[in-house]
């Protein structure tokens, strides 16, 4: 029997559903769904695409008497739709009196004519009224930033007023960050919300200063992981000394004016910096900078690679093959606040050093006192998900735990077990890692890259959150005969490692009877020196030295700062000697002496650890005296 069909009458879709349906939907399928009927336009108003990959242009009316229309709204450029303007909702007068001073996701910080902040969201009407200030006008571009959860509402917003300040959901009140009235002349506030860490750019000859937010008070970070953030026009001129005389005349006399500014990556969580010059003949310049990992300098990178650049919100952002982004570009909306010439707003592509200028369409549709680059829907981007799959914050402050699985018959578990501090109830589980690396053992770790050593005794570099492994020379190490000096277990392999995160350069030092190395590049080990008997390696990066703890032997340094190791001293002392008097030791089951490298202070420490028959742990920590050298 044939059923007959129903008509379906789709305006009675539940609203949760169309919400549901269009927030996952491009920003023009969502103009179009408020057009089929007067209930899909209710469940539609204010509804904002939370699958939004691309950042969008929004232009803020003018407060002046040319604002014949009394326009109190905003006008949005949607890249998808290159011919087109959108009109957000009526703002009201309040707004327009307004300056933007701050933009994140959908949300910009306003500051109005009394000096006083506010948070709101153009497309939804959401207002967020913040703690009134005391602040006098210092000066005319208030620096400041602003992070806010979508969902939740909370919200941390960080400004000069005077001194750097805050507030975040819950406070009635500025807190200060810092006590130092004005230090360097604070001139821009990133925040980095997966490490919780405000980044600000201070005047030329200061470095940038780093604090975290992921306790209730902030924390100043360590200085010297960034030097200052100065401008060398040199960068923009040949090498060649005969160029370089010309260009200099010509770069002088074509000079207007330019702009510093620091990012930060959201994909490495690297810091960046940009300089942006503009010349008579209205041509730009831009130069990006990434910090060396070692000589802790700035230095010019040709290409963002797969991320663009959102100098507004300073952040890059993913953008391979996602339509209307361009990659290795920056976008960019002019030289300060107020900015109303349409000629500074564009998109400038790092490949070919040329600007794409936006369709004309968008500046004759109203006049404006501002224009911002922004990213609806931000916090929630499937762009953001896709990359950060399988990825581990590079910047982060804790200590996380790793679980190898078992090597036995009854086990056909192929996964690590991680146990992250800040989630005590839960553990994590990597992605299948293989039946060879069940059978190989960790002898080394650096950040989230763990150094194995295979059946065959062949070592191998592992990311066990991403998968990536990088193999090394095969090696001519064979276990000697059981009983013989140098018949070892795989967990006594003295081994150590280090790894960059970002271009996968790698040193691995071992003792396969005496002190071998190897780095990206090499296709074999090679010796560090003749030296026997190593108990114990660590590698510090920052100063390249490689340090070796040898049974009662003096501790030997080793600088890796060339291409061939180079010994440096050995005024430091055995560490063997241990001194028990406060331990007892009738009640000692087992005894160890290790050492280890500050990485604030550079200092070598010994740390010794004993067991005890009850099942108690005792740590002795030593530092070298400077004259005695005790």
């Keep these: 029997m044939v059923q007959s069909k129903k008509n379906v009458n789709w305006s009675e879709l539940c609203p949760e559903l169309v919400q549901c349906v269009f927030e996952l939907l491009s920003f023009t399928y969502l103009k179009r769904g408020r057009s089929v009927c007067s209930s899909w336009r209710t469940a539609l108003r204010g509804c904002v695409p939370k699958g939004n990959q691309i950042p969008w242009l929004i232009l803020l009316p003018q407060n002046d008497n040319n604002n014949e229309n009394n326009n109190t709204s905003c006008v949005l450029f949607v890249p998808e739709d290159r011919d087109k303007t959108y009109k957000t909702r009526d703002l009201g007068a309040y ?50 930033c602003l992070w806010i959860d979508d969902i939740s509402k909370d919200y941390l917003v960080a400004c000069v ?97 330019s702009r510093l500014h620091i990012a930060v990556s959201t994909v490495s969580g690297q810091v960046l910096k940009v300089v942006n010059v503009l010349q008579k003949s209205k041509r730009w310049l831009f130069r990006v900078y990434m910090m060396h990992p070692v000589e802790l300098n700035w230095e010019v990178v040709d290409s963002l690679g797969d991320e663009a650049l959102i100098l507004d919100m300073g952040i890059t952002v993913v953008a391979e093959d996602i339509p209307g982004i361009k990659k290795n570009s920056i976008y960019f909306s002019g030289l300060d606040n107020g900015r109303t010439n349409p000629d500074h707003i564009f998109v400038f592509d790092l490949t070919t050093h040329e600007i794409e200028p936006l369709p004309q369409c968008v500046f004759s549709s109203v006049r404006f006192s501002d224009a911002r680059w922004f990213f609806p829907g931000r916090s929630v981007c499937s762009s953001w998900r896709t990359a950060l799959r399988g990825c581990l ?57 763990l150094l194995m050593l295979n059946t065959l005794w062949n070592l191998n570099i592992l990311n066990p959150l991403t998968g990536e492994r990088i193999d090394l020379p095969t090696t001519n190490y064979a276990r000697d005969p059981p009983g013989t000096y140098y018949d070892i277990k795989p967990r006594d392999f003295v081994a150590c490692l280090w790894v960059d995160d970002t271009s996968k350069d790698y040193l691995v030092v071992c003792d396969m009877h005496y002190p071998v190395f190897t780095k990206k590049g090499n296709h074999y080990w090679r010796r560090v020196s ?101």
């Design 95 to 144: 707004f327009v009196k307004s300056s933007c001073v701050a933009t994140y996701g959908s949300w910009l910080l306003m500051l109005d004519t009394l000096w006083n902040l506010y948070i709101i969201n153009p497309l939804t009407g959401e207002r967020i009224d913040l703690p009134t200030t005391d602040y006098a006008q210092y000066d005319q571009n208030l620096v400041a």
């Design 161 to 257: 007023m005077g001194y750097p300040v805050f507030t975040k959901k819950g406070n009635h009140s500025w807190r200060r960050i810092s006590s130092r009235y004005g230090e360097g002349r604070y001139k821009q506030m990133v925040y980095e919300p997966t490490s919780q860490q405000l980044y600000v750019r201070r005047y030329y000859n200061y470095p940038v200063k780093v604090w975290s937010f992921s306790g209730d008070d902030p924390q100043q970070v360590s200085e010297d992981n960034y030097p200052p953030v100065e401008y060398a026009f040199w960068d923009f001129l040949s090498k060649d000394k005969e160029l370089y005389l010309k260009e200099e005349e010509f770069y002088v006399r074509e000079y207007v004016d």
């Design 393 to 449: 914050p590079k910047r982060t402050q804790i200590p996380w735990l790793i679980l190898f699985p078992q090597n036995d018959n009854n086990n056909n578990n192929t996964s690590c077990v991680l146990f992250v501090p800040e989630d005590r109830d839960k553990t994590y589980k990597t992605r299948d890692l293989g039946a060879d690396f069940v059978r190989s053992s960790c002898v080394a770790t650096y950040g989230s890259w």
């Design 530 to 630: 003749e030296v026997v008997g190593c108990i114990q390696m660590v590698y510090e990066h920052k100063s390249q030295n490689l340090y070796v703890n040898r049974y009662y032997n003096p501790i030997q340094v080793w600088s890796f700062s060339r291409d061939d190791p180079q010994q440096i001293f050995e005024d430091y002392p055995p560490t063997r000697h241990i001194h028990f008097g406060i331990f007892s030791l009738e009640e000692s089951v087992d005894r160890r002496v290790y050492i280890a490298i500050s990485t604030v202070s550079g200092q070598v420490l010994k740390v010794v650890n004993m067991l005890q028959n009850s099942k108690r742990r005792l740590f002795l920590l030593y530092k070298m005296h400077p004259v005695d050298l005790t």
